[in-house]
């Protein structure tokens, strides 16, 4: 397949398998100047799919820098109305959204932690509607992603200008299984094995978690009527979608209070445009009571104080050393690719689905069942070739599910 027919059947496959647009169904895409092509593309899929209207918002790296450089300290305490009322409107018109992430990894690097910080929070709050649809599947919602320059070169920084975007290319094409023209029947084949592992879990009632690598020591205990989750969602009309394109992971939420231990990060994290790496967190009874960073350690202190829940974890998730990701042996900078390379925890709000009877509850009521609740979700990798997870039953009996990186099931 050439270059064309592979962006084809890459649109082809978003439109059908990751948002599986309905007839009749609105469509809002967010996304960057950087993926106009692509974007019409998946405009004209949706459309012929069924769509009723496909509305797009672009948002330029130029501008997004020089908001941040420029503005008035008080426009980051505010979130345009207009944007929260869009969503809304989606929401209740039973629509899909499309996020296609080709963001500069350093796009943000050094503007004022405050200034990231303070918007955080107000976008937080503004948007908290949308939030709570797309935490609890109410709407089809995905993320994908296409190369961008910038990116690019930060992925491979040793290779010419002209070979950087192709390099990419290539290798997202590679990790969503585009290139033979089967990928919509490749992606059922590996859905069906997502769900089985999660089944497999399931079946297991783990009461705990306990994880150990270079850097890390750490239990995890789960809620009673904790979830395995794969990245096959089902939204409120139950409609199958796939929220993350490539996923590798299956995941659940756990216990608010039940994390204790300390946890080193694999790769760096990626947060509002800038990296943050070499990180160590220590938690007593949930929540986060110590906090080291080699670099960005401010930056993650003000993530970890946004609000009360994000001093806590809201998903763990399993994934496989030996996950395609993984094995390209390539750093993305980009947490929608490299969290599909690694285990990894998640600080901030759980997703409802991943505990039986949570989906639609409000937040105290989350909160009276030990599931946490926050502002944020932000994923960070821990998962390495030597880590072993061993799964604690309720009679207190251990058996193995990771062993060096690997299912050990």
Excluded at 140 to 148: G, Q
Excluded at 262 to 289: A, C, H, R, S
Excluded at 317 to 324: D, F, G, I, R
Aim: charged residues 25%; contains cysteine; negative net charge.
């Amino acid at each position: 397949m050439d270059f064309q027919q592979k962006l084809e059947e890459y649109a082809e496959l978003v439109v059908k398998v990751g948002l599986n647009i309905q007839p009749n169904q609105p469509l809002l895409i967010n996304t960057t100047t950087d993926t106009i092509e692509f974007t019409r593309l998946i405009v004209k899929k949706a459309y012929e799919a069924g769509a009723k209207r496909v509305d797009v918002n672009y948002t330029d790296e130029v501008n997004a820098r020089a908001f941040y450089d420029f503005a008035p300290d008080e426009a980051f305490h505010e979130f345009p109305k207009w944007a929260a009322m869009q969503r809304d409107e989606l929401i209740e018109n039973k629509g899909a959204l499309l996020w296609i992430d080709a963001d500069n990894p350093d796009l943000l690097e050094g503007v004022s932690i405050d200034r990231i910080s303070s918007f955080q929070k107000a976008s937080g709050k503004a948007l908290e509607n949308y939030r709570k649809a797309v935490m609890n599947d109410v709407i089809t919602w995905s993320i994908v992603a296409m190369p961008s320059e910038k990116w690019a070169a930060k992925v491979f920084p040793d290779l010419k200008p002209e070979e950087q975007m192709q390099a990419l290319w290539e290798l997202i094409f590679q990790v969503v299984r585009i290139g033979e023209g089967t990928a919509v029947q490749q992606w059922k084949e590996h859905i069906d094995n997502l769900e089985s592992r999660a089944a497999l879990l399931n079946n297991k009632h783990f009461k705990k978690l306990h994880y150990k690598a270079e850097g890390t020591d750490i239990q995890v205990e789960l809620p009673k009527e904790h979830i395995w989750m794969s990245g096959a969602s089902k939204n409120g009309q139950n409609t199958p979608f796939i929220a993350n394109m490539p996923t590798e992971e299956v995941y659940t939420a756990p216990l608010k209070t039940g994390v204790n231990g300390y946890v080193k990060n694999t790769k760096p994290f990626v947060y509002q445009g800038n990296v943050i790496d070499d990180f160590t967190l220590t938690f007593e009874n949930g929540k986060i009571t110590s906090i080291k960073a080699a670099t960005g350690e401010k930056l993650l202190q003000e993530l970890i104080g946004t609000d009360e829940g994000a001093k806590y974890l809201g998903e763990i998730a399993l994934v496989p050393h030996e996950s395609p990701i993984s094995a390209s042996n390539v750093l993305f900078f980009n947490t929608l690719f490299d969290e599909n390379a690694s285990n990894h925890f998640a600080i901030g709000e759980a997703y409802p689905t991943c505990v039986e009877g949570a989906r639609g509850l409000t937040h105290s009521e989350l909160e009276d069942m030990g599931i946490n609740t926050s502002i944020v979700h932000e994923d960070f990798m821990i998962g390495s070739g030597d880590m072993d997870i061993m799964g604690e039953l309720a009679d207190g009996s251990m058996e193995p599910i990771f062993k060096k990186g690997a299912w050990a099931f």
